[in-house]
């Protein structure tokens, strides 16, 4: 098996990042940079997303494995006193996986003939740096609002957890084949309306975005900011690829939510030691 690490540099991190290497290599398990089996992320969910991306091209052969630094996330699956079991079951690996869906966002620059193509593992946000944005929403090829307000964002289901939530989104489980688009900051009045509320997205329809100045946009993919940039047009559905996580141990998405909205399963469990 071939292996990449992709770390943060804190101090801590990179420290267990020194021992995994190390434990690694002494169980004759290849350490590499480029084509890798497993991707291993050492940090929080943001040093995961950067690995995704780093290796977004080659999402049909590689798995990913997380191991935080902090506390716990939503793709980072060990903890930093877990390396030797982790070690222990790369070296027993069968190729297990658990997949989810993708974000497949195409945008149409004003000064570019073709589309350019982005795949985001959360979500892809619009906002304006100055001023009302003011976009026609199409689903598939009706024209479903014409939106004034702060921004929008499209997320997956995973990703529903993120900043989707922050502006009022449901938390998607990620067996559904869906996005997700909530708005920020709408303007609704006597002469200017908006649905208001997060829309569902069916897995064979699409969201098609035409702002009505293309510039002073800023376009978000998970943790990348791409701006000053004319946009005529974006368009986002779910990704054919599909981003697969080793099966090692992988917790229940609810008990993901669970744990880092409300931690009554925690504060319960610390109960329970007290009275011991």
């Given at each position: 098996?071939?292996?990449?690490?992709?770390?943060?540099?804190?101090?801590?991190?990179?420290?267990?990042?020194?021992k995994?290497?190390?434990?690694?290599?002494s169980?004759?398990?290849g350490?590499?940079t480029?084509?890798?089996d497993?991707?291993?992320?050492?940090?929080?969910?943001?040093?995961?997303?950067?690995?995704?991306h780093?290796?977004?091209?080659?999402?049909?052969?590689?798995?990913?494995?997380?191991?935080?630094?902090?506390?716990?996330?939503?793709?980072?699956?060990?903890?930093t006193?877990?390396?030797?079991?982790?070690?222990?079951?790369?070296?027993?690996?069968?190729?297990?996986?658990?997949?989810?869906?993708?974000?497949?966002?195409?945008?149409?620059?004003?000064?570019?003939?073709?589309?350019?193509?982005?795949?985001?593992?959360?979500?892809?946000?619009?906002?304006?740096?100055?001023?009302?944005?003011?976009?026609?929403?199409?689903?598939?090829?009706?024209?479903?609002?014409?939106?004034?307000g702060?921004?929008?964002?499209?997320?997956?289901?995973?990703?529903?957890?993120?900043?989707?939530?922050s502006?009022?989104?449901?938390?998607?489980?990620?067996?559904?084949?869906?996005?997700?688009?909530?708005?920020?900051?709408?303007?609704?009045?006597?002469?200017?309306?908006t649905?208001?509320?997060?829309?569902?997205?069916?897995?064979?329809?699409?969201?098609?975005?035409?702002?009505?100045?293309?510039?002073?946009?800023?376009?978000?993919?998970?943790?990348?900011?791409f701006?000053?940039?004319?946009?005529?047009?974006?368009?986002?559905?779910?990704?054919?690829?599909?981003?697969?996580?080793?099966?090692?141990?992988?917790?229940?998405?609810?008990?993901?939510?669970?744990?880092?909205?409300?931690?009554?399963?925690?504060?319960?469990?610390?109960?329970?030691?007290?009275?011991?």
């Amino acid at each position: 098996m071939k292996i990449a690490l992709v770390h943060n540099q804190t101090p801590e991190t990179l420290s267990v990042a020194a021992k995994f290497k190390e434990m690694c290599l002494s169980e004759k398990i290849g350490i590499v940079t480029d084509h890798p089996d497993l991707v291993v992320s050492i940090g929080g969910d943001g040093t995961l997303l950067s690995a995704f991306h780093k290796y977004e091209s080659q999402l049909s052969q590689v798995r990913f494995v997380g191991i935080h630094t902090g506390h716990l996330g939503f793709y980072t699956d060990w903890r930093t006193y877990e390396l030797p079991e982790l070690v222990e079951s790369l070296k027993h690996d069968k190729g297990e996986s658990v997949s989810y869906p993708l974000l497949d966002i195409r945008v149409k620059y004003a000064d570019e003939e073709e589309e350019t193509r982005y795949i985001a593992l959360n979500e892809a946000s619009l906002k304006k740096m100055d001023g009302t944005m003011v976009c026609d929403i199409y689903v598939k090829d009706e024209l479903f609002e014409t939106f004034r307000g702060d921004g929008l964002c499209v997320s997956t289901p995973t990703g529903s957890t993120g900043f989707s939530k922050s502006l009022g989104g449901a938390v998607i489980h990620p067996r559904t084949e869906a996005i997700q688009l909530t708005e920020m900051a709408s303007v609704n009045n006597r002469i200017y309306r908006t649905l208001s509320s997060p829309m569902i997205i069916a897995k064979d329809e699409w969201i098609v975005i035409y702002p009505h100045k293309e510039d002073r946009l800023i376009l978000s993919v998970d943790h990348l900011t791409f701006k000053k940039r004319s946009i005529e047009r974006l368009v986002y559905r779910i990704a054919q690829e599909r981003v697969h996580f080793a099966r090692y141990r992988h917790t229940h998405f609810w008990d993901r939510v669970e744990d880092a909205f409300i931690g009554v399963k925690k504060n319960d469990r610390n109960e329970r030691t007290k009275e011991r």
